[in-house]
């Protein structure tokens, strides 16, 4: 694996990450499941712009 596709995995994984650290904290905060998941959601169609795709 080349550096570009190491960069691209490791991108990939923060975003991930990102989003599981921020529906933890909803989850700590008592927000229903439904509106966790909507935020997710939410995140995921932004995905391809903060990876720059």
């Not at 550096?3 to 490791?10: C, E, K, P, R, Y």
């Not at 989003?19 to 008592?30: G, I, S």
Request: glycine share 4%; charged share 15%; aromatic share 0%.
């Amino acid at each position: 694996m080349d550096l570009s596709a190491q960069t691209g995995v490791i991108a990939q994984l923060l975003v991930v990450l990102v989003v599981e650290n921020l529906a933890a904290t909803l989850q700590e905060l008592n927000v229903p499941e439904q509106h966790i998941a909507e935020v997710a959601a939410l995140c995921e169609t932004t995905r391809n712009d903060i990876l720059g795709k």
